[in-house]
């Protein structure tokens, strides 16, 4: 093999970094967004496992996912809307200082001699509605920072920025709460929150779109109706809503891992990350891959296998394993799946369509914890697990026949796409700057 094939052997494996050495805005965003994401990893297991502490039922813990989804749901389109109209890193800064004033109230209802299980429900709402506001104006800010020819890069560095987070994260929250305990954990969240917040007083003002409307009812039915008429994006949504509620057992993970002899439950959390860990570390290859409709329904299928693997597992080595197969899967599914929609979403519609997706990315999670903890109290644990990644699977392969323009989508076409919308919105700002 020459130097030169090694070199691009190299490039095809391992992750595109340009969008670091090239933005200083885009690296401070990812620094403060690393860190906070950290944080926010730790509550992430921290607070279900303080659920479970305090009331034995897994049950309790899939309620979790219906007091978050009701906040979400409404605070999304809201966020959207804004982050369509008014400067987008603001909206991160509000979301940013709410959701440490709430990990402020974790940690003092955590030192309580009997800590509150009321407080944990609207906690857990509140931080849902928060990140209502503050994914899409993520979402809609982060291609600003970069050149549309880095867009996919930016995909798998967030990818990457999640995946260390939800692997090492999980991986101390289990020990910091056990031996140190939940406050400890939640303190450690609001000084990740704070760090973020220097770097984003950092950045930047990014100016809003020129053809930005104002927030009102108005203009959310608007990102709905774009949404509804373009397919690779309704494909995009609707099967990461069916993977994710049916095959989201993450509401049984503490009651499971008693059922391995008290393991870890950071563990169950970690696994899926790692997974989707090393998908990220070598996805130099989903650049050469076109059809991206195609790769987000094998990938969701892969995801409903994995997780049958997981309940009819009858050792911790093989559960992790099926977990980090599970979230190999899911990593592939997200990455394309966001490259979709940084290559095709015009720039004034970026808001709404951003709140869409988190709508369609967390709702599976949401209720297929409510689900799964639902069905675990009638059938048991390992049903639960096994029936919904049958469902996954079955799912999956209805909405890829039903949804033949998903599966036809060619990243070359969005990526046409997305240069001419660049190119209409640098001749926009020159025509502006023109004397009258």
Request: some cysteine; proline content about 4%; charged content about 15%.
């Amino acid at each position: 093999m020459t130097d030169q094939q090694k070199q691009n052997l190299f490039r095809a494996l391992t992750i595109n970094l340009e969008p670091l050495r090239n933005s200083r805005d885009y690296r401070l965003l990812f620094a403060g967004q690393f860190i906070s994401s950290f944080g926010s990893a730790i509550s992430f297991v921290v607070l279900p496992w303080q659920m479970y502490q305090l009331t034995h039922s897994s049950f309790a813990v899939g309620v979790v996912g219906i007091v978050e989804f009701v906040p979400m749901f409404l605070a999304a389109f809201v966020g959207g809307a804004l982050a369509d109209y008014i400067d987008r890193r603001l909206l991160i800064f509000l979301a940013e200082s709410g959701l440490a004033i709430c990990c402020v109230i974790l940690v003092a209802n955590s030192l309580l001699p009997h800590p509150q299980v009321w407080v944990l429900f609207l906690i857990s709402g509140l931080f849902s509605a928060l990140n209502g506001i503050h994914r899409p104006a993520m979402e809609a800010l982060t291609p600003r920072l970069v050149s549309p020819e880095d867009l996919h890069a930016i995909s798998a560095l967030g990818a990457i920025r999640h995946n260390f987070s939800q692997i090492i994260g999980p991986a101390v929250a289990g020990v910091i709460a056990a031996s140190l305990g939940a406050a400890v954990a939640f303190a450690i969240d609001t000084g990740t929150y704070l760090i973020s917040i220097v770097t984003l007083l950092l950045i930047r003002s990014v100016p809003v779109p020129a053809e930005a409307e104002r927030p009102g009812w108005q203009s959310v039915k608007e990102g709905i109706t774009y949404a509804r008429k373009r397919q690779e994006l309704l494909g995009t949504y609707l099967i990461d809503i069916n993977a994710m509620f049916f095959g989201m057992p993450m509401a049984l993970f503490p009651a499971l891992a008693e059922s391995y002899g008290g393991a870890s439950v950071g563990l169950f959390y970690a696994m899926p990350a790692a997974g989707s860990l090393v998908v990220t570390l070598t996805s130099g290859w989903t650049s050469r891959v076109r059809k991206h409709g195609l790769a987000i329904s094998i990938a969701a299928i892969v995801w409903g296998i994995a997780i049958i693997g997981f309940g009819l597992a009858n050792n911790l080595a093989l559960a992790l394993f099926f977990l980090s197969l599970a979230g190999a899967a899911d990593m592939v599914s997200g990455l394309f799946r966001s490259t979709i929609w940084n290559q095709t979403i015009p720039d004034h519609l970026r808001g709404r369509m951003a709140s869409i997706e988190m709508i369609s990315y967390l709702t599976g999670p949401y209720l297929g914890n409510a689900e799964a903890g639902l069905v675990a109290s009638i059938f048991g644990l390992r049903t639960s697990v096994v029936s919904g990644g049958m469902l996954c699977v079955i799912g999956s392969g209805i909405l890829a026949m039903l949804l033949p323009a998903f599966i036809r989508y060619d990243s070359e076409d969005g990526m046409a796409r997305k240069l001419e919308e660049e190119a209409d919105r640098q001749k926009y700002i020159r025509d502006q700057q023109k004397p009258s």
